[in-house]
C-alpha cells in the first residue's frame, strides 16, 4: 500500500502580498472577516487536510530603514492576529479539521502556554498543534523588551526546557485522575496529581497543571528548525517538521540530517514527518496555472521586498552595496544572530558563497522569495500531484506538504486545491478518502 501524503493549509500570511488587489479576494473595508475564515476551514475539511496552520510573528517589520513605514504602507507580515479565539470559531464549524497555533519559546511562558493549549485543545476536541518558534526578527524582540536578537544557540536551549517543561505539566494529571462522584463528594483522586518541581536554565515551575487533562494530553508540536543546532532541537522536541521547500537534493540532506538526530535522541525517524512549505497553483489547464503563479509578482514594490528580506534576515538591505558577495552578506546575517539557514543560506547554497551578485540581481531574488513564487508549484492536478510524488519518495514517503494560501486569495486559489488536487492524490492512493481518526494527532499517524 501506498503511504499516504498529508496536507495542510498555511495560512500565516507571512510572504509579500499581491492577490488582495485581484477580483474575488476577500479583503475589503470590513476585514478581517470571520466568515472568512469559517469558509476556509469548512473547505479545507472538505478537502481532507489536516489541518490549517498560523505561524505568527509579533513586530510589524522595522529592520529596513531603521521603520515600520514601508512594511505598513504596503502590508507586509502585518496585519497579524492572536489566532487563537479565531481558531475556536472556525472549530465551531468543521470536526475533524486541525489547527496549529504559534507561539515563541523565547517570549512565553511555558506554563501559561501549556493551560491556554490544554484549553484550546478542550474546545476543538483534540484538533491542536503547537508550533513553537525561537523567533529571529528584530521588530518581535523589541515589544518583548530586548535590544539585541538572544544568541542563536541559547534560543533553542531554552526552546528544549520550553517544551519540556510543558511536556510534564501536560503529564502532571493523570487522564483518569478525574473522579466526580456525586455519592462521595470526591473530584480528583491526588495521587495522580503531582507537582513537576522543574528548575533549569530559563524556568522554575512548581506545577501541577490546574487543568483537566485534554482530549490528545499534548498538543501535536511542529518545529521548524533548519540549522544543524536547529535540527537537534526538533529532534528533542518536534512531532512533525515544518521545512521549505527547495531542490530535492538539499530537502533529500535535510531529511537525512533529521533521521541522524532523532537517532541520537533515541527516536525513531519513521515516526516523524516533514511538512514542506509549498504553495499549489492548480488549474484546468498549465497555462492557466502558470498565470495565476505569474500574478503573484505582478506589480510588487521593489520597498515590500526589501521589508520582507530584512525583517526574516535581521540585516537592513536598504544598505546593500551596488555589489556583493553572498559570503559577506550571510556573516553580517549570522553575526546578528539571525537565522543562518535562511533566503541568502539557500542563494548561496545555490550559487556558490564566493559568488559576487548585484544589488538588483539580489532584489530580484528576493521578491520570488518574498512572494514564495519559488516554491510554488504551478499546473494540473496531474502535473502537481507527479511534483508532491516525488519530493515526498526522495525524502523518505513521511509527511507532506504546508501549502501556503494567501488569506486574501481569490476563492478558486483555495477551491482548485480542494476540488482538483485533491481527487488527483486520491485516484494514485496518495491521500485520504475519510478522516480515520478522532484527534489530530491519531489522523496525522494514520
Known amino acids: 500500500m501506498k503511504k499516504k501524503i498529508h496536507l495542510a493549509f498555511d495560512l500565516s500570511w507571512t510572504t509579500v502580498e499581491t492577490h488582495w488587489r485581484l477580483p474575488g479576494s476577500w479583503v475589503g473595508r470590513q476585514h478581517p472577516d470571520i466568515g472568512m475564515f469559517e469558509e ?137 485522575a478525574f473522579v466526580w462522584d456525586r455519592k462521595s463528594g470526591l473530584v480528583a483522586d491526588p495521587t495522580k496529581v503531582r507537582a513537576i518541581n522543574h528548575v533549569g536554565k530559563f524556568f522554575k ?67 516523524v514527518g516533514i511538512l514542506w512549505s509549498s504553495r499549489a497553483m492548480v488549474g484546468e489547464t498549465e497555462a492557466e496555472a502558470r498565470a495565476m503563479r505569474e500574478s503573484m509578482i505582478a506589480d510588487v514594490p521593489r520597498e515590500a521586498v526589501g521589508v520582507w528580506l530584512s525583517h526574516n534576515t535581521g540585516y537592513d538591505m536598504s544598505q546593500l552595496p551596488a555589489r556583493f558577495s553572498l559570503k559577506e552578506l550571510q556573516q553580517r546575517i549570522v553575526a546578528a544572530n539571525a537565522s543562518p539557514v535562511g533566503f541568502v543560506h539557500l542563494l548561496a547554497k545555490k550559487y556558490g558563497e564566493h559568488a559576487e551578485i548585484t544589488r538588483e540581481e539580489f532584489f530580484e531574488h528576493g521578491l520570488h522569495a518574498a512572494t514564495g513564487y519559488n516554491i510554488t508549484f504551478a499546473g494540473t492536478a496531474a502535473q502537481l500531484a507527479d511534483q508532491m510524488e516525488e519530493m515526498f519518495e526522495a525524502t523518505g514517503s513521511r509527511g507532506g506538504f504546508m501549502l501556503s494560501i494567501s488569506q486574501a486569495a481569490p476563492r478558486n486559489v483555495l477551491r482548485n486545491n480542494v476540488d482538483l488536487l485533491v481527487p488527483e492524490l486520491q485516484r494514485r492512493g496518495r491521500y485520504r478518502t475519510s478522516y480515520e481518526g478522532k484527534t489530530l494527532r491519531e489522523n496525522m499517524a494514520a
Not at 540549522?227 to 540532506?253: N, Y
Open 40 to 176: 476556509v476551514a469548512r473547505t479545507a475539511e472538505r478537502g481532507g487536510f489536516d489541518m490549517i496552520f498560523f505561524g505568527d510573528s509579533t513586530g510589524i517589520p522595522d529592520t529596513w530603514k531603521g521603520s515600520i513605514e514601508d512594511a505598513v504602507r504596503t502590508g507586509v507580515a502585518w496585519p497579524r492576529f492572536e489566532m487563537s479565539p479565531w481558531i475556536t470559531m472556525m472549530s465551531r464549524v468543521t470536526r475533524h479539521l486541525g489547527f496549529g497555533l504559534t507561539y515563541a519559546s523565547t517570549f512565553m511562558h511555558p506554563f501559561y502556554t501549556a493551560r491556554l493549549l490544554n484549553s484550546l485543545d478542550h474546545i476543538t476536541n483534540g484538533r491542536i498543534a503547537f508550533n513553537v518558534i525561537t523567533s529571529q526578527r528584530r521588530a518581535d524582540y523589541a515589544n518583548y523588551g530586548y535590544d539585541e536578537l538572544v544568541d542563536h544557540n541559547e534560543r533553542y536551549d531554552r526552546l528544549e526546557e520550553f517544551i519540556d517543561v510543558c511536556r510534564a505539566l501536560w503529564r502532571s494529571v493523570d487522564p483518569d
Open 205 to 271: 515551575v512548581k506545577g501541577p497543571l490546574s487543568v483537566v487533562p485534554s482530549p490528545q494530553v499534548e498538543p501535536i508540536v511542529i518545529q521548524a528548525g533548519g540549522s544543524p543546532r536547529g535540527t537537534r532541537a526538533a529532534a528533542h522536541v518536534a512531532d512533525h517538521v515544518f521545512g521549505l521547500t527547495k531542490s530535492i537534493p538539499l530537502m533529500v540532506q535535510q531529511r537525512a540530517d533529521l533521521d541522524q538526530a532523532l537517532r541520537a535522541e533515541g527516536r525513531d525517524p519513521e515516526t
